[in-house]
């Protein structure tokens, strides 16, 4: 299936699922296309192709599913409500994709998980709604991913100090070609404090 016929196929399933999971609100439903879908792309130029990517707290698949239609082949989704994981397992299967799904909390993934399928390279986390920078580099830390890439609103300078008090990382700042009021965060070489 050729990228839009996948992304067309893949708004469908949002939009006959979403009555029952309320994935996205139904106002920006007619909008999906520029609020989520362009903004979960254009994180493509920040990441290797070559990489691992885990997707915490995928909801909808938004990043990790994008990312998959747009060629990135090894692709791990962890979303722990049953019926998103389920969504995002239907979403694999109509739109012939090759990404993982973990269906558990992102506290029960082990990142040797990937080492025992080949999968390890470098591993790349990122998210769009899975919590505050300091959530996300905690689990970072655990994992002993150094490399994040992060959708963040307007309160993304609170959220690198409240970090910056627990975690020494390299970071840098992009500002979203989808929200006046958006940033992407690509952090590197992340360690404790």
């Known amino acids: 299936m050729d990228r839009n016929?996948?992304?067309?196929?893949y708004v469908r399933?949002?939009?006959?699922?979403n009555s029952k999971i309320n994935f996205v609100q139904s106002n920006s439903m007619p909008r999906i296309v520029?609020?989520?879908?362009?903004d979960s792309q254009q994180i493509c130029n920040y990441i290797d192709f070559r990489s691992t990517v885990l997707d915490v707290g995928s909801g909808a698949g938004f990043p990790g599913i994008i990312l998959s239609i747009y060629g990135f082949e090894r692709v791990?989704?962890?979303e722990n409500n049953f019926k998103?994981?389920?969504f995002l397992k239907e979403a694999r299967e109509k739109l012939k994709l090759k990404f993982e799904v973990f269906d558990n909390s992102v506290h029960k993934f082990r990142i040797d998980n990937c080492v025992s399928r080949g999968m390890l390279s470098s591993v790349t986390m990122v998210s769009r709604a899975f919590g505050s920078l300091m959530k996300l580099m905690?689990?970072?830390d655990r994992?002993?991913?150094r490399n994040g890439v992060f959708h963040k609103?307007?309160?993304y300078a609170a959220e690198i100090r409240d970090a910056g008090r627990k975690f020494e990382f390299n970071l840098q700042i992009k500002r979203s070609t989808t929200s006046s009021e958006g940033v992407i965060i690509l952090v590197s070489g992340l360690e404790r404090k």
């Open 5 to 9: 016929s996948a992304i067309d196929e």
């Open 13 to 17: 399933l949002l939009n006959s699922w």
């Open 34 to 38: 520029d609020r989520h879908i362009r």
């Open 76 to 78: 791990i989704l962890c």
């Open 84 to 86: 998103k994981s389920t």
């Open 138 to 140: 905690a689990v970072m």
């Open 143 to 145: 994992l002993q991913i």
């Open 153 to 155: 609103g307007r309160s």
